[in-house]
């Protein structure tokens, strides 16, 4: 039996690299322990992904960006798999990008798919990836469970924490990421519960809550948060949408109301006035307040069990690091809470902050 091959990543990411419908390239990019050999964008093509989106890279700010598929292949470590690397309204399929999916399956790549369209559904895709022994993964494909939540209780000594946040895109998913890195660093155990297909892509499991059917949308979250339980003490649950968010508010709800969080962390992003999608649509457009969001959160928590807002995460990238510390002081004065860019500074003070808030001792 043949070894299995190490996977390296190339992302297509055309001619949107570096916008927030790149949210999945830059996750995954800064956040998987697969690495990315290269991302596919050929309006910044021979710059680097560091030139393109800074420190958010991490240590991958070297990762070239390429004008083709071709490109990439010929690199001296080329990809083994080709991941969607963008999020365009709906999760449709570009023309162009089909043209390169079939180049990627001729090529024996594997399809990394986070978009609602089913790549394994197409035959002439389907058909293509037998060719050559491909697989595709379409990781928006809703889970074969279909539970509906019945109000189950945190196991003894456990403590879950959802982050939740003022808008789409906001960070939710690297806000819950480095809170769980950090408390592996304070030396517990800690996990982080993807309900997205990005988080699904570093994490390795997981579901992507936006396409599970209404009924069972609570139960998918009791169960996920089951699961993070099981696999480590402290589970922090990645956020979906916002609750005053008129495309997306009904995952908010039920991961609030189906992993019953025994804390929640507020993501905001100071600067960004109105909701991702509704630039310029009038009432649904503007953002709320920190403080409205506080009080609606913790009041619809209330309906099922209580809850608290415990800290606020800040995503302050459009801002300079001396007006950001400005910021990040100025909210926590007004909230009263503990306020950091875990992100940008590094999460381990707004851990211990939340961790103290929760009564949790700390180890000897």
Same mark, same amino acid.
């Given at each position: *039996? ?19 419908? +790149? ?9 998987? +322990? ?18 393109? @989106? ?11 960006? %390429? &004008? ?5 292949? &010929? ?7 080709l ?7 709906g ?5 162009t ?19 609602? %369209? ?30 509906i ?14 982050? %939740? ?7 939710? *998913?690297?806000?819950a ?11 517990l ?11 699904? *892509? @570093? ?15 609570q139960?998918?979250a009791?169960?996920? &948060? ?10 922090f @649950? ?9 495309? !997306? ?14 804390? *929640? ?8 006035? %109105? ?8 009432? !649904?457009?503007r ?31 459009? !801002? ?11 909210i ?10 875990? !992100? ?9 902050? @939340? ?10």
């Amino acid at each position: *039996m043949s070894e299995p091959r190490t996977r390296r990543f190339v992302i297509l990411a055309e001619g949107a690299f570096g916008e927030v419908s +790149s949210k999945t390239a830059r996750g995954v990019i800064r956040f998987a +322990s697969t690495p990315t050999v290269a991302v596919i964008d050929s309006t910044k093509a021979g710059r680097s992904v560091g030139d393109v @989106i800074g420190a958010s890279a991490g240590e991958r700010g070297h990762v070239p960006i %390429v &004008a083709t598929l071709a490109q990439a292949l &010929a690199l001296p470590e080329p990809p083994t798999a080709l991941l969607l690397g963008t999020a365009p309204v709906g999760g449709s399929l570009t023309g162009t990008w089909r043209a390169t999916i079939f180049d990627a399956l001729a090529a024996g790549l594997d399809i990394v798919n986070g978009l609602h %369209v089913f790549f394994a559904d197409d035959p002439e895709l389907a058909a293509a990836a037998r060719t050559t022994g491909a697989t595709i993964e379409d990781l928006r494909r809703p889970p074969s469970r279909l539970d509906i939540a019945n109000g189950r209780q945190h196991l003894p000594g456990k403590r879950v924490i959802l982050t %939740v946040g003022t808008d789409c895109a906001v960070g939710k *998913m690297g806000v819950a990421i480095e809170l769980a890195q950090a408390a592996r660093r304070a030396g517990l155990s800690a996990t982080m519960v993807p309900t997205g297909q990005t988080a699904m *892509m @570093i994490e390795g499991w997981g579901v992507t809550i936006d396409r599970v059917a209404g009924d069972f949308l609570q139960g998918t979250a009791e169960w996920l &948060a089951a699961e993070g339980e099981h696999r480590a003490d402290w589970a922090f @649950i990645e956020g979906q949408g916002s609750l005053d968010h008129v495309a !997306y508010s009904s995952v908010t709800l039920a991961l609030i109301h189906g992993t019953r969080p025994h804390g *929640m962390v507020l993501v905001h992003q100071p600067g960004r006035e %109105v909701h991702t999608l509704f630039e310029g649509v009038g009432r !649904y457009a503007r953002l709320r307040s920190i403080d409205e969001h506080i009080r609606a959160h913790e009041t619809i928590a209330a309906l099922v069990e209580p809850s608290k807002v415990v800290a606020i995460a800040l995503n302050t990238s459009l !801002y300079d690091e001396a007006e950001a510390h400005r910021i990040i002081e100025q909210i926590a004065a007004e909230t009263g809470l503990p306020t950091d860019d875990p !992100y940008r500074f590094g999460p381990d003070p707004l851990f211990a902050a @939340i961790r103290a808030r929760l009564d949790v001792p700390p180890a000897a």
